[in-house]
């Protein structure tokens, strides 16, 4: 099974979630945390996940990856 990835990133004055490949986001919101909260939910629904997590200046903040990688 391939592995879902998310791309949490800033959408004007607010924040947006993004499924790789697919071109539309799938979380928006002001706040960061609560996209990043929203998107990691969506993530666990899938056997295999990541949520890319960016900074505002579009650097990488941090990776997160479900199930948990040991």
Known sequence: ???KIYHVTRNGH????????S???SV???HKSEVV???IALAKGHAKSSVII???DGTVHEEKH?????
């Open 1 to 3: 099974m391939e592995r």
């Open 14 to 21: 607010g924040w947006k979630s993004i499924l790789e490949n």
């Open 23 to 25: 071109g539309r986001a």
């Open 28 to 30: 928006t919101g002001d």
């Open 37 to 39: 909260d929203r998107t």
């Open 54 to 56: 960016y900074k505002v």
């Open 66 to 70: 479900f199930p948990k990688v040991a």
